[in-house]
């Protein structure tokens, strides 16, 4: 599970990414089995490119960063993913190293 620090660490910054975007707040129109497919291969995903600096990750979207409550922990937990090009839930992106929009 990425975390919005994520994306600014050296991890991410300097090696390959694979990110799945995923409806955090639980209010999207997001098919199910879609969804459910994605948070079950992408643990397996992430273990064939271990060896291989490569970074597999989910981030869940929040509702963006203006409606962040410092207090609530899912608030620290989501992405605003606005601001990383996401338009449409759920997304999958790969970033090459020091690309990171």
Known sequence: KMRKEDFTSPDFISNISI???LDGTGLGETNEDVVSTI???????ARRFVNDDVY???AQCGFGDEYADVNDAASKRDVDCSKL?????????????????
């Not at 999958?92 to 690309?99: D, Q, S, T």
């Open 19 to 21: 990110v799945a975007f």
């Open 39 to 45: 948070s079950s291969s992408f643990p397996g995903l």
């Open 56 to 58: 597999v990750g989910i």
């Open 85 to 101: 090009d996401v338009s449409r839930l759920p997304d999958i992106k790969i970033y090459a190293p020091n690309m990171t929009e």
